[in-house]
């Protein structure tokens, strides 16, 4: 279970500080899978960094499992926005990257087989696809072997047949390894296909401001039903019909 209490992160101080987050509250239960929308520039990586241990609180508090968060922990993981690859370091490296920072020994070679780039360990980023290179992101973190994972707009700037694959992707490791995640997105289809429940922010600096119950999720084929569809309209109304 993550727990954020009245949470407050601002850039800086002074006349140049920048409010990120203020007094911002969740609860995402274990086992859960909640989507987080909110317009451009509004604060969702700097929340997603927050929760990661990244950057600590200016105000309010962070718990993962009950304990405080402080600095990054051994069972969160990150997906970083566009896979955050290094381009000088081989698919393998940087499937491995996340568990060497850790001093952690294990290797990424089950996982990135399990996602389809066995054969292409030795590759660098610049020779695979977007797709590919997301997967690699995606296989960086599952090599943690996290109860938490925390995902940074994984499908952005894809085309729609591979975001399409990736979303199945991530609702399928969910399925198959129970993890309890946080997914930033600023697509609206994609927070109702990976949203329990979605919960929206207010323009920087974010806070929650609705909450919305999503109960068909994961159910098979609910992107093509009718309760899908009114789902993403609402969402789109709760944003006021200009999308974040
Ligand atoms: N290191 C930083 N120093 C100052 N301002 C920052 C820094 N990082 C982000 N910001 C600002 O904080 C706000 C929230 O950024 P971010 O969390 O990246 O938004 P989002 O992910 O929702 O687009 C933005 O206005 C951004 O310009
Ligand atoms: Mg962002």
Redesign the pocket.
Known sequence: MIEVDGLTLI??RGGTA?P?VAGLSMVVDSYELVSVV??????????L?ALDGLLAPTAGRIRMHGEEVRGVRRDVALILQDAGLLPWKTVRANAELSLRIQGRKETAGKVLAELGLAGFEKRYPSELSEGMKRRVGIARALALQPRVMLM?EPTANLDSITREHIQNLILGLWWEMGFTGVL?THDMEEAVFLGKRILVLSA?P?RVVEVIENPGMGEPGYRGTPEFVSQVAHLRQVLGGNGP
């Open positions: 850039y800086g920048v990120a909110g317009p451009s520039g509004c604060g969702k990586t700097t929340l960094f940074d930033v920087r974010a």
